[in-house]
């Protein structure tokens, strides 16, 4: 018999279909015939007719007739029996095979399967009515007799596989071939439905997308016009609540102040806490919570700016630049805290500056001098009236970033009452485990302050609470020699204050020996802050006789100083003029650098007192009695009768206290002087701490303490031998104009000075 090859569909007993005319032309088989007998084939898998071969068929078909054609020339067949298959021969001008009946197990009872068929064509009409096909399709449904005829008419539609296609073809069992075909046909319905569902679903939630965008465009026009009308409300809670969107914050951050925003909304402008929210958003979203990124440092770049502005300093700046390079190794912003320790004016807080620029971040200085309230580090609780950030906060506002360069100034001028201790919120500040989540009282949220580069100054590091200090390195500025203090006048100081004044080089010249002149004749200081003020003074001065038209340039020399200066130079504690025994220069630390000082005895008749004057009396009470011992051992008999007699002692200038035991030396000295009746040479001056035993110990400040000797005109100054190595740190230009005698015994001080 002729095979028809088929694909794809499935063909069953007791159906009738049409076959387009071309369909038989394409596999070019020749016109049917009307009564002519043929069998389906199903393919494996889609082919052309050119290269299909025995193999490519299933081994079960259908057997069929050719039916009269339609009027438009459709051929009609008319499916008989399923068939097994044998024989199949494919050649050029055909394909044939021999058939034979493949037996039906008629194993369903009619009622069942007429009631099966209802249900199911049932099913497919309710789901068809959702569809906009589903007008014809119904009349398609109703139409047909049975589920065998579904499945032929939908075979296309299911989603079966060409294998499921062939088992509803292949199965004997009636009953088993109607459940395959209910299978197929109410899990195509299902699948459908679901997807539509999914597809509803997302439908519903863009429109839901849209619908609020929509509304909140309409709200934000709605609201533009409401602020139009008026416009004294614009409105303070639209303008936070863009810069609450934009500042970045974290989200522990945003809920508090949306919970704030949320209080300002609701309480209006009348309310008296609005000031206070108002102030609290304002603070917030002014800070910046976004990471900066790490510039890369370039380490010469640097080294060049801090020579730029700053003279001299090369330990300092050598240390600066350490720091910088470990920064850039470890990929940090931020590195150990470097603390700065010099008398004022030594340049601490404005190379501070310098490495911010140098590092092209931002500088922000925040002075912590007279702080006692723990709550102006840690802020106020809102909870009080008047409630503030902290310093600290203030400052991260003030920077506008969050890794600017801050230096903490004067960290020990911080001093504790019973509002707490601001040195240990400082510590928190300054601690690299716990600041990344800084709690500022005020704005009760963690802001991170790790990038920031903290820079502490401070006078002396004496009065620093130890787990502070422990937290910090310290670089010590020890202050400028006179050479130094001219080259900074003359580069820095001088052509700064002329540029403020707007005064031209050409019309005003210092001379340098008029600067010279004011380093010594009107400033005292180890720093250069009142140089700079005297500088300044003359340049007002000038500016004055400029603008007067009295003269078109002016040459400052040190003769026409007094009449620039509004002041007359000061009187500098210098060498003693005569030498008179009991009278001793001693060298002493000050928060101002180093001076000399003179410390004076005298015996009156008396019974056995010892009176101290002098700021420092309690300090120097120790040191004086150890002295009093010390003398009496070493003079037995000179001091035989010192019962009968009551001893003064004044130390006139005001040293640091704890630079108190190193005037020892000069008060035994002073004693034994005293004592001996031998004066001492007033181009003496000498430093150290005495022990019972009679030993001189090392002591503190030694570069400053050697500064002020030279200044004051002293040309031997002792030193206790173990302060030998400190002389590295002494410049040499006042190394050169001193001779400088290490001691190790009191003896040997008293045996090389009283002659
Ligand atoms: P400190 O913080 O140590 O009290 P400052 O940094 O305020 O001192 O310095 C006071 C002034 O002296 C500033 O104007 C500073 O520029 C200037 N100054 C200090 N040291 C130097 C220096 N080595 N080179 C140039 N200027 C300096």
């Keep these: 018999m002729i095979v028809i090859p088929v694909y794809n569909m499935i063909l069953l007993p007791e159906i009738t ?10 596999l070019k088989l020749n016109a049917m015939e009307t009564g002519e007998d043929v069998l389906f084939l199903m393919l494996k898998e889609e082919k052309e007719r050119t290269e299909m071969t025995a193999e490519d068929f299933y081994p079960v078909g259908v057997s069929g007739v050719v039916e009269k054609p339609d009027e438009e020339g459709n051929i ?97 069992s009636k009953s088993e071939r109607i459940e395959l075909v209910e299978k197929a046909i109410y899990e195509f319905i299902e699948i459908s439905e679901i997807g539509e569902e999914a597809e509803n679903a997302q439908k519903e939630s863009h429109e839901k997308v849209y619908r609020e965008e929509a509304l909140k465009k309409q709200i934000d026009f709605l609201q533009k016009k409401l602020d139009e009308m008026h416009p004294e409300n614009v409105s303070d809670v639209r303008k936070f609540e863009n810069k609450i ?50 510039f890369e440092v370039d380490l010469r770049e640097a080294e060049e700016i801090l020579d730029e502005e700053h003279y001299g300093l090369k330990k300092v ?106 040195a240990s919120a400082l510590l928190e ?101 009142g140089l700079k003020k005297q500088l300044d003074t003359l340049c007002r001065f000038a500016a004055v006789k400029l603008v007067k038209g009295e003269q078109k340039s ?9 009449e620039y200066m509004d002041k007359k130079p000061i009187h500098h504690e210098s060498i003693l003029e005569e030498k008179k025994p009991g009278v001793v220069t001693g060298l002493a630390w000050t928060a101002a650098g180093g001076e000399i000082l003179f410390i004076e005895t005298v015996q009156t008749k008396g019974s056995g007192n010892i009176q101290i004057t002098g700021q420092l009396g309690d300090v120097m009470k120790e040191s004086a009695q150890i002295a009093v011992s010390l003398v009496k051992s070493l003079y037995p008999k000179e001091t035989e009768n010192w019962e009968k007699h009551d001893l003064h002692i004044h130390v006139p200038e005001g040293a640091v206290p704890k630079d108190g035991p190193s005037a020892g030396i000069t008060l035994t000295t002073a004693l034994a002087s005293l004592v001996t009746g031998k004066a001492v ?75």
């Design 429 to 529: 500040v300054l601690d690299p485990e716990q600041n990344n989540s800084f709690t500022d009282h005020y704005m009760n949220v963690p802001y991170d302050l790790s990038d920031v580069l903290f820079v502490c100054t401070a006078n002396t590091t004496d009065t620093i609470p130890e787990p502070l200090l422990n937290r910090m390195e310290v670089i010590q500025f020890p202050g400028y020699t006179e050479q130094e203090k001219f080259e900074i006048a003359k580069r820095h100081l001088l052509p700064k204050a002329m540029k403020n004044m707007g005064i031209k080089a050409r019309n005003l010249k210092v001379t340098d020996e008029a600067i010279h002149a004011l380093i010594n004749g009107y400033t005292m200081e180890s720093g250069v802050r």
């Design 245 to 294: 969107k934009e500042s970045g914050m974290n989200e522990t951050a945003r809920t508090e102040a949306d919970k704030i925003l949320n209080r300002m909304k609701q309480e209006g402008k009348d309310s008296h806490e609005y000031g206070m929210l108002y102030d609290y958003l304002d603070f917030v979203t002014s800070l910046s919570w976004k990471k900066e990124p790490a």
């Design 17 to 26: 279909f049409y076959f387009k005319k071309d369909f038989f032309e394409n």
């Design 681 to 755: 040479s007033p181009e003496y001056a000498m430093t150290g701490e005495v022990s019972l035993r009679g030993g001189v110990m090392p002591i503190g400040g030694l570069p400053e303490k050697l500064m002020a000797a030279q200044r004051a005109g002293i040309t031997k100054v002792l030193i206790p031998y173990e302060n030998m190595d400190d002389l590295d740190d002494v410049a040499d230009e006042v190394k050169e104009k001193l001779e400088i005698i290490p001691v190790k015994k009191v003896t040997e001080v008293l045996k090389l000075v009283l002659k």
């Design 76 to 172: 009609c067949i008319r499916v008989k029996e399923r068939v097994n298959v044998s024989d199949i021969e494919v050649t050029e001008d055909a394909i044939t095979a021999t058939a034979s009946i493949r037996v039906e197990v008629e194993d369903i009872a009619p009622e069942e399967e007429k009631e099966r068929f209802t249900k199911l064509k049932e099913t497919l009409l309710s789901f068809a009515q959702n569809y906009q096909w589903g007008i014809w399709a119904r009349g398609y449904i109703l139409h047909w007799k049975n589920a065998i005829e579904v499945v032929c008419a939908l075979s296309n539609y299911l989603n079966l596989t060409d294998e499921e296609k062939y088992a509803i073809l292949e199965t004997d």
């Design 317 to 422: 700046k050598k240390r600066i630049i350490e720091q910088m390079a470990v920064m850039a190794l470890n990929k940090k912003q931020a590195g150990s805290i470097l603390l700065f320790v010099g008398a004022p004016g030594t340049g601490k807080t404005s190379i501070g500056q310098s490495i911010a620029k140098a590092l092209h971040r931002e500088y922000i200085r925040v002075s912590l001098g007279g702080v006692r309230d723990e709550a102006e580090i840690r802020g106020h609780r809102r909870t009080y009236v008047g409630a503030m950030p902290g310093r600290i906060m203030e400052g991260m506002k003030r920077s506008g970033v969050s890794n600017p360069v801050m230096v903490l100034d004067e960290v020990d001028k911080l001093s504790k009452d019973y509002s707490g201790d601001p």
């Design 554 to 562: 002016i040459t400052v020399n040190p003769k026409k100083l007094p």
